[in-house]
């Protein structure tokens, strides 16, 4: 590999790193054909993890960080003093095949700098997902950043060849947005998001492929001053609207060259991994958008507990749950007990009546959960109804930097 | 006495041997080494008769005799036992002991082959044709042989040879051959591409996240040793500290280059501004079905009075590149002529621009497009009649008419003058020309082509 392609690498990884996706999940399932490259499994691989603990599953870059907007929170802003590189379509094509030749990648998540106009740049990167399924029989996984200002019929040709679009909201009030982020408006995106959720169900409908993992977004989490609760309503909304996939977030975090509207700070991770909690009670254990806010202190999840746990010491009345006889609801509302120790309960318990013991066996939450439920052999006694139960249940202070 | 490894086989053979005896599993003493021949090819039998085994259990089985823990056989042995037994439905109690054991069992195989497929590194060996790499990987349970279908299903179109210390596995771009161990030194120490998946690696990590608890629990550091990429870890974590406090310390920094404002001025001005410049993008871009031959763009004067869109270009239109020019197309300009519409004054167009069909035999059959793939189309549908400007616009068929209204409408009921919504033009439903040659009775044929004839009259008092 040269030295000029090696440098514009290094420049281009560093300013798609703040993209927090890097999934490739849910693809069908493909392989390669007599000359062609690459598979999709399924639930996706990494292939590696860095340091921040973060999972590299596609070679993360940008085609360009030149870019003409101006959004306060993103490295690449058109008035950030960063180094610029420019990728051409060949030299994206090259990597990606010779990196999964190796095994490095599952495929590229391709994002760019808007340059020129929305429309060039989406062609652009339309163009190296294009040849690398015709001109290489590439088969593996592609995601490709939709621009929500290039004209549809662009974007709707990127989904031909794309495993999953994604369009970033980033920020997700309208307020916001004008503030920080003055070149985007929340109505293009969101039309945008709209028009592909309404491609991705028809192509479904129709047997057709069209961007067949669906789309994704990110939300900055902590550049602006919405709170949490404000953020998974937004998340309910993103998903049931549009279908979404995925709603990522991002906590912001300090950028070389930053924005004197928008100084540097700590990343606030801890927040970041309970918003994913409560998307999650979202996703999997049925909570409605409001419930998730009654988990939350004046709208802020707390930092010590999980949220699903904050939600069970505010709604003591309905527990303990007898983990013999609960529905599959209420026993998903259980602290500590996944689905999949969930659907292990049910499974087991139409066979046996399951003991602390056994439950014990099927999750590894069970300190959380023992105060929440009745087993054959146990009741959670006079503990539950404690008042410093969320004191005992709390996670130890954790000490984040390690100098 | 099992050979090294997953013997499945001499697994399957000893159980049916066993159970069929009726041995139950503390009288059995499970051993592993290389001394099956000891028996002699006679002396390891007979399969006893086959066993019928609970689906479940039946699928289990592969997957844990992969294992490295010498017991596996012991723990499987007693599964089956039991379920033959009267607990069919054990392996549904997660909870059992056994069952518990078992299910951890396999989800270390699981992760095991995960990690294999994930972090095995290849190198190039020859650069051919046919290309060659060559990789070296230390599992932790016996899963050569099932981690290497992975590979061939994904890696099809080079060769390749993975090196273990328990195997091998050769894909020649043909076939799968295992053979012996190999050694480390087998495979070349560096690889032109290294350096540069190094510098990703360094490069995508952010330092102000630095979490290192959740990089060890996904990539455990003895998998480490074979990964390029991570002799960078060292050093960016002794970094990371450093770099994220200068960024904060540094603060924010004013811009050195002003706002590109006439740049991004341009950058909004990006719609085509005139017909062509909207039919080269037509012609450029991708059909939504694969196999037309080329978009069939609109054809007539701009300003035309008249514009007529049709359902989506036949055979003969995808061949010519023209609208209107098959059989139907013809019978429509007879139509027009008795009407005393000329051809060339009005606008015609289609509201998908590509031919889209099955193949029965030769023959093309042509295929009516879906509603997502009418709604795909219909932006370019809506700005070309935006630059042509008719006063009147013909919606032919039922598919003409979802395009411009954005909605299925009932054809026959709203035939006619009919409001598209928010539109500039007035509009009007017809029939598609192509039903005109379906109907199969020859009277009621006449019949509905006068009645198409009338329409176009009408639609011509229209437009005057």
């Given at each position: 590999?040269?030295?000029?392609?090696?440098?514009?690498?290094?420049?281009?990884?560093?300013?798609?790193?703040?993209?927090?996706?890097?999934?490739?999940?849910?693809?069908?399932?493909?392989?390669?054909?007599?000359d062609?490259?690459?598979?999709?499994?399924?639930?996706?691989?990494?292939?590696?993890?860095?340091?921040?603990?973060?999972?590299?599953?596609?070679?993360?870059?940008?085609?360009?960080?030149?870019?003409?907007?101006?959004?306060?929170?993103?490295?690449?802003?058109?008035?950030?003093?960063?180094?610029?590189?420019?990728?051409?379509?060949?030299?994206?094509?090259?990597?990606?095949?010779?990196?999964?030749?190796?095994?490095?990648?599952e495929?590229?998540?391709?994002?760019?700098?808007?340059?020129?106009?929305?429309?060039?740049?989406?062609?652009?990167?339309?163009?190296?997902?294009?040849?690398?399924?015709?001109?290489?029989?590439?088969?593996?996984?592609?995601?490709?950043k939709?621009?929500?200002?290039?004209?549809?019929?662009?974007?709707?040709?990127?989904?031909?060849?794309?495993?999953?679009?994604?369009?970033?909201?980033?920020?997700?009030?309208?307020?916001?947005?004008?503030?920080?982020?003055?070149?985007?408006?929340?109505?293009?995106?969101?039309?945008?998001?709209?028009?592909?959720?309404?491609r991705?169900?028809q192509?479904?409908?129709?047997?057709?492929?069209?961007?067949?993992?669906?789309?994704s977004?990110?939300?900055?989490?902590?550049?602006?001053?919405?709170?949490?609760?404000?953020?998974?309503?937004k998340?309910?909304?993103?998903y049931?609207?549009?279908?979404?996939?995925?709603?990522?977030?991002?906590?912001?975090?300090?950028?070389?060259?930053?924005?004197?509207?928008?100084?540097p700070?700590?990343?606030?991770?801890?927040?970041?991994h309970?918003?994913?909690?409560?998307d999650?009670?979202?996703?999997?254990?049925?909570?409605?958008?409001?419930?998730?806010?009654?988990?939350?202190?004046?709208?802020?999840?707390?930092?010590?507990?999980?949220?699903?746990?904050?939600w069970?010491?505010?709604?003591?009345?309905?527990?303990?749950?007898?983990?013999?006889?609960?529905?599959?609801?209420?026993?998903?509302?259980?602290?500590?007990?996944?689905?999949?120790?969930?659907d292990?309960?049910?499974?087991?318990?139409r066979?046996?009546s399951?003991?602390l013991?056994?439950?014990?066996?099927?999750?590894?939450?069970?300190?959380?959960?023992?105060?929440?439920?009745?087993?054959?052999?146990?009741?959670?006694?006079?503990?539950?109804?404690?008042?410093?139960?969320?004191?005992?249940?709390?996670?130890?202070?954790?000490?984040?930097?390690?100098? | 006495?099992?050979?090294e490894?997953?013997?499945?086989?001499?697994?399957?053979?000893?159980?049916?041997?066993?159970?069929?005896?009726?041995?139950?599993?503390?009288?059995?003493?499970?051993?592993i080494?290389?001394?099956?021949?000891?028996?002699?090819?006679?002396?390891?039998?007979?399969?006893?008769?086959?066993?019928?085994?609970?689906?479940?259990?039946?699928?289990?089985?592969?997957?844990?005799?992969?294992?490295?823990?010498?017991?596996?056989y012991?723990?499987l042995?007693?599964?089956?036992?039991?379920?033959?037994q009267?607990?069919?439905?054990?392996?549904?109690?997660?909870?059992?002991?056994?069952?518990?054991?078992?299910?951890?069992?396999?989800?270390?195989?699981?992760?095991?082959l995960?990690?294999?497929?994930?972090?095995?590194?290849?190198?190039?060996?020859?650069?051919?044709?046919?290309?060659?790499?060559?990789?070296w990987?230390?599992?932790?349970h016996?899963?050569?042989?099932?981690?290497?279908?992975?590979?061939?299903?994904?890696?099809?179109?080079?060769?390749?040879?993975i090196?273990?210390p328990?195997?091998?596995?050769?894909?020649?771009?043909?076939?799968?051959?295992?053979?012996p161990?190999?050694?480390?030194?087998?495979v070349?120490d560096?690889?032109?591409?290294?350096?540069?998946?190094?510098d990703?690696?360094e490069?995508?990590?952010?330092?102000?996240?630095?979490?290192?608890?959740a990089?060890?629990?996904?990539m455990?550091?003895?998998?480490?040793?074979?990964?390029?990429?991570?002799?960078?870890?060292?050093?960016?974590?002794?970094?990371?500290?450093?770099?994220?406090?200068?960024m904060?310390?540094?603060?924010?920094?004013?811009?050195?280059k002003?706002d590109?404002?006439?740049?991004?001025?341009?950058?909004?001005?990006?719609?085509?501004?005139?017909?062509?410049?909207?039919?080269?993008?037509?012609?450029?871009?991708?059909?939504?079905v694969?196999?037309?031959?080329?978009?069939?763009?609109?054809?007539?004067?701009?300003?035309?009075?008249?514009a007529?869109?049709?359902?989506?270009?036949g055979?003969?239109?995808?061949?010519?590149?023209?609208?209107?020019?098959?059989?139907?197309?013809?019978?429509?300009?007879r139509?027009?002529?008795?009407?005393?519409?000329?051809?060339?004054?009005?606008?015609?167009?289609n509201?998908?621009?590509?031919?889209?069909?099955?193949?029965?035999?030769?023959?093309?059959?042509?295929?009516?497009?879906?509603?997502?793939?009418?709604?795909?189309?219909?932006?370019?549908?809506?700005?070309?009649?935006?630059?042509?400007?008719?006063?009147?616009?013909?919606?032919?068929?039922?598919?003409?008419?979802?395009?411009?209204?954005?909605?299925?409408?009932?054809?026959?009921?709203?035939?006619?003058?009919?409001?598209?919504?928010?539109?500039?033009?007035?509009?009007?439903?017809?029939?598609?020309?192509?039903?005109?040659?379906?109907?199969?009775?020859?009277?009621?044929?006449?019949?509905?082509y006068?009645?198409?004839?009338?329409?176009?009259?009408?639609?011509g008092?229209?437009?005057?």
């Amino acid at each position: 590999m040269d030295e000029i392609l090696a440098k514009k690498l290094r420049i281009l990884a560093d300013a798609a790193k703040y993209d927090a996706s890097c999934a490739s999940s849910n693809a069908p399932k493909r392989s390669a054909g007599k000359d062609g490259l690459g598979s999709t499994t399924g639930a996706g691989i990494c292939h590696a993890y860095t340091p921040d603990g973060r999972c590299v599953s596609l070679l993360k870059i940008l085609l360009t960080n030149y870019c003409l907007f101006d959004c306060v929170y993103c490295v690449n802003r058109r008035s950030s003093n960063v180094r610029r590189a420019r990728f051409s379509v060949d030299e994206v094509v090259t990597l990606t095949v010779e990196f999964y030749k190796r095994n490095y990648i599952e495929g590229l998540f391709l994002s760019s700098g808007i340059i020129r106009s929305p429309d060039y740049t989406m062609e652009q990167m339309t163009l190296v997902a294009k040849k690398l399924r015709r001109d290489h029989g590439f088969r593996g996984y592609i995601h490709l950043k939709s621009i929500p200002e290039a004209s549809p019929w662009l974007v709707e040709e990127a989904g031909l060849f794309a495993d999953r679009l994604s369009i970033n909201l980033e920020l997700p009030t309208e307020a916001s947005l004008a503030r920080l982020a003055p070149e985007k408006s929340g109505a293009t995106i969101e039309t945008a998001m709209g028009r592909i959720g309404e491609r991705i169900s028809q192509a479904r409908a129709e047997k057709r492929r069209f961007s067949p993992a669906g789309q994704s977004t990110q939300v900055i989490v902590g550049a602006d001053a919405t709170d949490d609760s404000a953020m998974i309503t937004k998340s309910a909304m993103l998903y049931g609207s549009y279908g979404l996939s995925r709603v990522y977030y991002s906590a912001f975090s300090p950028i070389p060259d930053a924005s004197v509207t928008l100084p540097p700070q700590a990343p606030p991770l801890k927040r970041e991994h309970r918003l994913y909690q409560a998307d999650w009670m979202l996703r999997y254990y049925k909570f409605t958008a409001p419930e998730v806010a009654e988990a939350t202190d004046g709208g802020m999840l707390a930092l010590d507990i999980d949220p699903k746990l904050a939600w069970a010491l505010k709604n003591r009345h309905l527990f303990p749950v007898d983990v013999n006889r609960a529905d599959r609801e209420m026993l998903l509302r259980v602290p500590g007990l996944g689905t999949r120790a969930v659907d292990a309960i049910i499974k087991a318990r139409r066979h046996t009546s399951l003991r602390l013991d056994d439950v014990s066996r099927l999750t590894s939450g069970l300190k959380r959960a023992r105060e929440f439920l009745v087993a054959e052999d146990y009741r959670p006694g006079a503990t539950s109804q404690r008042l410093d139960l969320r004191a005992k249940l709390a996670e130890p202070a954790q000490q984040l930097s390690l100098f | 006495m099992l050979s090294e490894g997953a013997d499945l086989a001499g697994f399957r053979r000893a159980t049916r041997r066993l159970v069929a005896a009726g041995v139950p599993p503390e009288r059995i003493v499970w051993e592993i080494g290389e001394a099956t021949s000891l028996f002699g090819a006679g002396a390891d039998p007979s399969d006893g008769p086959p066993l019928q085994l609970p689906r479940a259990v039946g699928e289990l089985i592969p997957m844990v005799v992969p294992h490295s823990d010498p017991e596996r056989y012991a723990l499987l042995y007693t599964l089956i036992w039991r379920a033959t037994q009267g607990e069919r439905a054990l392996l549904d109690v997660a909870s059992d002991p056994l069952v518990h054991r078992l299910h951890l069992m396999r989800k270390a195989i699981g992760r095991d082959l995960h990690k294999m497929h994930a972090f095995l590194r290849f190198r190039r060996v020859e650069a051919g044709p046919p290309e060659r790499f060559a990789a070296w990987f230390e599992p932790e349970h016996h899963i050569l042989e099932a981690a290497a279908p992975f590979f061939v299903e994904r890696f099809r179109s080079f060769a390749w040879t993975i090196l273990t210390p328990e195997g091998s596995v050769h894909w020649d771009t043909d076939t799968l051959r295992f053979g012996p161990p190999g050694r480390r030194e087998d495979v070349p120490d560096g690889d032109g591409f290294e350096a540069g998946w190094r510098d990703y690696y360094e490069s995508t990590f952010n330092p102000a996240r630095l979490n290192l608890d959740a990089m060890r629990a996904e990539m455990p550091k003895k998998y480490w040793r074979n990964m390029p990429e991570t002799a960078a870890i060292p050093r960016l974590v002794r970094d990371a500290a450093m770099r994220t406090s200068q960024m904060i310390e540094r603060g924010p920094q004013m811009p050195v280059k002003r706002d590109p404002v006439k740049a991004v001025a341009a950058m909004s001005d990006q719609n085509p501004t005139s017909l062509d410049e909207l039919n080269a993008i037509i012609q450029r871009s991708e059909p939504l079905v694969p196999g037309a031959t080329q978009a069939v763009l609109g054809e007539g004067p701009i300003g035309a009075p008249i514009a007529f869109v049709g359902e989506q270009p036949g055979d003969q239109e995808d061949l010519q590149g023209r609208p209107f020019v098959g059989p139907a197309g013809q019978l429509f300009s007879r139509a027009m002529e008795q009407a005393g519409l000329t051809r060339g004054d009005v606008y015609v167009t289609n509201a998908v621009k590509h031919f889209k069909f099955t193949l029965r035999g030769k023959r093309r059959i042509h295929e009516k497009p879906t509603a997502g793939e009418v709604s795909h189309y219909r932006w370019w549908l809506d700005r070309e009649l935006e630059f042509v400007q008719p006063k009147i616009v013909v919606a032919l068929g039922a598919t003409a008419v979802l395009a411009l209204a954005g909605k299925a409408v009932p054809i026959t009921r709203n035939r006619g003058p009919f409001e598209f919504g928010g539109k500039p033009f007035q509009g009007f439903i017809t029939v598609h020309p192509s039903y005109l040659l379906r109907l199969p009775d020859e009277e009621a044929k006449a019949m509905a082509y006068e009645g198409f004839v009338d329409d176009l009259r009408r639609i011509g008092d229209l437009a005057a």
